[in-house]
């Protein structure tokens, strides 16, 4: 058990490390272009899950590439990128609301709350995340800017 504790934070730590390193607004991994790991955002508010894009279905927007699983959701993140662009750049919402950290947002981990989508680093930082959703999303609100740098 404590070396499965051991190697999960090191993954954490790592995976922290590296999207301190990465200047862009947008999560986009560090060997990787896709925003939001190439999954379709504007899946989750048609199709209430997250869907693969498709290479023929891309926009590059805010230096990412942004993939969708359909012509149709193309044309409406290109409508609106704003409407479906993951809140606080795909980072993890939890780790900028509780940490004023950037983290890697997971899109298997995610939530739409007010018609905004949110991405979390995986289960358990979500589980803490939903503790105080409004709470976390006040607080990362407040820190985005300053370190959405």
């Known amino acids: 058990m404590k ?14 490390l590296l999207a301190s390193l990465s200047s862009a607004e947008i999560y986009t991994g560090f060997f990787s272009e896709k925003a939001v790991g190439g999954y379709d955002t504007v899946a989750y508010f048609t199709d ?11 926009v590059e927007y805010m ?3 942004w993939y969708f699983s359909s012509a149709k959701n193309k044309e409406l993140f290109e409508a609106d990128p704003e409407k479906y662009a993951p809140q ?16 890697p947002g997971n899109p298997k981990f995610w939530k739409i709350v007010d ?6 680093y995986n289960g ?8 105080d959703i409004p ?15």
């Open 88 to 103: 606080y750049g795909g980072h993890c919402a939890w780790a900028v609301g509780a940490n004023s950290a950037k983290a």
């Open 3 to 16: 070396l499965k504790y051991f190697w999960n934070t090191l993954i954490g730590l790592t995976a922290l």
């Open 48 to 58: 209430g899950k997250p869907k693969k894009g498709k290479k023929k279905y891309k």
């Open 63 to 65: 230096e990412a590439t």
């Open 124 to 131: 358990d930082v979500q589980q803490k995340w939903f503790k």
């Open 135 to 149: 709470g976390f999303i006040k607080s990362a609100d407040k820190n985005w800017p300053e370190i959405a740098e």
């Open 115 to 120: 018609d905004k989508l949110y991405l979390n």
